[in-house]
């Protein structure tokens, strides 16, 4: 006879025992940080109507659009780009649940709320952009096309195209919509086969005036995201009578295409084919010939770069909610699994060394979601005309900061995280493996790190005073902090001090014209961008921490994060050395043959 332990595995293949799955909490009140942040952020009113809704959303994720997102992640996008007789179809196949999340994105005012007239525009983009960072994860990326969707609004409204051309501002009311009947989404393409960093060097789009503000395009896009979209924002190089047509950026010019015509029909696009990607592949990306494709030029001639840039200051915003979207999901399920599975005979939660692992995590995660709430706040400031001189050079200067930060620290992290879930993290009919994947794209696309570093000495290099700009923000962030009886949120705010000024002494050597020949600059832009977020993190947190209602959880967050890693990791002049580049070059192509 068998004893009852082994006849357990008698009539069931799978035995009697099976694992606890990972619970998705409301993501809302799950944030450790989120509700208490906008708390301190607004006026009661605008708090009340901003925690309402993300309450409300977030049941919605657990409730219906997680589930969404998952089934866009199980039917991937399909392409037939010709019939079985040879006949261009061009046809883009996309399960039901990406059009509903479509709708979703209009219903839940996901563009719409950044453009709510009735708000102050201080609140309402920092009230859109948690909304994003809950989103996000869910989406199954229709985080993408939203994105690209809010850019192509905020640039018909920046470049003043809305009083000139017609089909900017029909697109502009049906972008910022919340009836999924007339909403409509943008796509954005700009990178070509020879590359998306240099989109000057790289445009190879052509364009023929026909009449008025409308052109003939012809060229090939090399990604287009989200290629179902309704309207595109796309740049190309207008042809002279002569034929030709100005090489480089300064030969650009931005152009609105609607991608069919009323009767349906593709307007000269072609849908070459799909785009295989290690991940994003709920989202359609296509490569597109544009085959005399009707454009309407929106932008000033020549000045295509400098207005799509509006649209990709927006978009990095979303990439940034993104990121730490992830973060913060990955973080939150770790969180719920940890009471639930059992190791050597005790929860996880109860064993410090997984703890421990968890709490580097999760204040890495809560430095991030201040950073983005914050450059938020400084971008509807921005919006609203009351941003001081010193708050406008700081959303552009923190614009690629957050993007690149979020982007480089979440990938790591969100490896850790899966480690969490041990061989079930990574299994895929968990679910849990997209995120990583999917997080990958985010210091990718949207400028990567090195471009994005790139961008922030442009700003550094330009006639303003940012450094001193941002300085005095960091000094005013941590100016009552430092005076705290708390030992900890005073040494938190010394650290900061201290970085801020050894940040301005690095820049200061950078601008000493003896040193010209023994420098490059841009070897150490990535060094300089990672100190300036770690700086402006540092300071955020050590300003919460400093809040009479701050929580301990608060405290020893912003102690971790300023002092026990320096918060300018190894950045001094030689960073930028060329005797240091030198040396790089030496490592790197040891034993390379060409
Ligand atoms: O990747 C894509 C994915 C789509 C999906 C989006 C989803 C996102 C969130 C999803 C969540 C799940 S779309 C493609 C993205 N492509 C890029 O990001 C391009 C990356 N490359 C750059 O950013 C480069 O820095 C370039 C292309 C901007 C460099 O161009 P130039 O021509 O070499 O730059 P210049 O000559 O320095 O700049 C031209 C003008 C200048 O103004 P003026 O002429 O007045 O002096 C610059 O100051 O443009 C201005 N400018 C800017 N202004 C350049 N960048 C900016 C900026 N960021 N903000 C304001
Ligand atoms: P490259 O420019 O070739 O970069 C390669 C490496 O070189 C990077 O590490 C980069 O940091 C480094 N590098 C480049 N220049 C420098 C420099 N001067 N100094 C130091 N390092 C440098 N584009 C669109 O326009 N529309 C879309 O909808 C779109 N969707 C996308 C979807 C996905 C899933 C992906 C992966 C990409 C998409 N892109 C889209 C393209 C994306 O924007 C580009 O891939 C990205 O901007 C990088 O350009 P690249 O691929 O040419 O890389």
Known sequence: RMNSRATAYAHAKTGNYSLEPPQLHNPYRDD?????TLRRMMPQSEYEKTASDLDAFGERIVREIDYLGRQCEINEPELVAQDAWGKRADKLKVCPEWIQLKRVLAEEGLVAIGYDKARDPVYRRVHQTAKLMMFCPSSGMVSCPLAMTDGAAKTFQAIGALTTHPL???AFERLISRDPNVSWTSGQWMTEKRGGSDVGGACDTYAVHEEGDTYRLNGYKWFSSAVDADVAVTVARIVDKDGKAIEGSKGLSLFLIKLRENNGDLNGVQMVRLKDKMGTRQLPTAELLLDG????LISTPGRGIASVSNMLNVTRLHNAAASIGY???ILSLARDYSSRRSVFGRLQKDWPLHVRTMADLE???RACTLFLLDVARLVGLQESGKATEEEALAVRLLTPVI???AGKVCVPLISEGIECFGGMGYMEDTGIPTILRDAQVTPIWEGTTNVLSLDVLRVLG???????AFSKTVAVLVKDAIKSKNTKVAASALAVHEA????????LSLADSSLKDTVRIDAGARHLLIALGRVYCGALLTNEANNSDASNAEVLSAFRYCNERPLLGNLSIDTFSNARNDDDSTIVYEGFVE
């Open 327 to 329: 973060m913060r999901r």
């Open 168 to 170: 900017a501002r029909e």
């Open 462 to 468: 330009g006639r303003d005073n940012v450094v001193g």
């Open 500 to 507: 801020t000024k050894g940040l301005g002494k690095v820049l």
């Open 32 to 36: 450790p940080v989120l509700d208490r």
């Open 293 to 296: 494709v009707k454009a309407t």
């Open 363 to 365: 204040v890495e995660v």
């Open 403 to 405: 993007k690149a930060y």
